[in-house]
């Protein structure tokens, strides 16, 4: 099992609609959990981070974080073209003493305008 | 506040050679990270270094190792380039790195190894 999984898409949406990305992770003791965005060619960019269960709310995302199910979700409302880009999953994990920044391979979503 | 800056920004080796890379973090973090990202593997924690101090690592071999220089600047040097090294490596600075803190990413090096 991977450390930390994504379905790798491409997810397409009609512009408007909701877009919803998941992300599930392995070690049940991981606390940091982020959301990055990245444009092709581009470097990645913090969207969002979450520490507790729940849901955390930031303009048109919303991050939901359930650490029972190792799960993190990212819901986009209104999608628009220009949020067409990989997003990536990060997760602080702990290995051997070291903390360990793992991404999962992002999904590609595609808004059809 | 300037970003975080990389270079050089491509570069290109053969099998055998070294490289070294370089990151400038943003002024006033003390944090940096390195990750490489490919397509097939996606992208990977190397290593952080906070205050000229390896504080966490990844899982790639001896050949990846850095450091870090009291103004915050760090360098990553690859050892006896393989082809598979080829990729896009960035790296992240932070003002700290707790967990909590925001990583701002530079442009990244694009290494192709021949």
């Known amino acids: 099992q991977k450390e930390v999984e994504q379905n790798s898409g491409p997810l397409s949406v009609p512009e408007g609609a909701i877009a919803s990305l998941n992300c599930t992770y392995s070690d049940r003791v991981s606390q940091s959990f982020f959301w990055y965005r990245q444009y092709s060619g581009k470097s990645p960019e913090l969207i969002m981070s979450?520490?507790?269960?729940g849901d955390k709310e930031d303009g048109r995302f919303t991050a939901q974080l359930n650490k029972a199910s190792q799960y993190v979700s990212l819901l986009i409302r209104d999608s628009q073209p220009s949020d067409s880009a990989t997003y990536l999953c990060?997760?602080?994990?702990?290995?051997?003493?070291?903390?360990?920044?793992?991404f999962g391979t992002g999904t590609k979503l595609q808004v059809i305008p | 506040k300037a970003g975080v800056t990389q270079t050089p920004r491509y570069l290109i080796k053969t099998r055998g050679q070294q490289v070294t890379l370089s990151c400038s973090p943003i002024s006033g973090h003390r944090s940096v990270s390195w990750y490489q990202q490919t397509p097939g593997q996606g992208l990977q924690f190397l290593f952080e270094y906070f205050s000229e101090t390896q504080r966490n690592k990844g899982n790639f071999p001896g050949r990846f190792s850095g450091r870090q220089f009291s103004n915050s600047r760090s360098e990553m040097n690859v050892s006896t380039l393989e082809l598979g090294d080829s990729a896009l490596y960035l790296c992240?600075?932070?003002?700290?790195?707790?967990?909590?803190?925001?990583?701002?990413f530079g442009p990244g090096t694009r290494l192709l190894v021949l």
């Open positions: 979450i520490y507790s269960n």
């Open positions: 992240a600075s932070s003002p700290d790195r707790s967990g909590r803190e925001t990583q701002y």
């Open positions: 990060a997760v602080i994990l702990n290995s051997g003493g070291y903390q360990k920044v793992t």
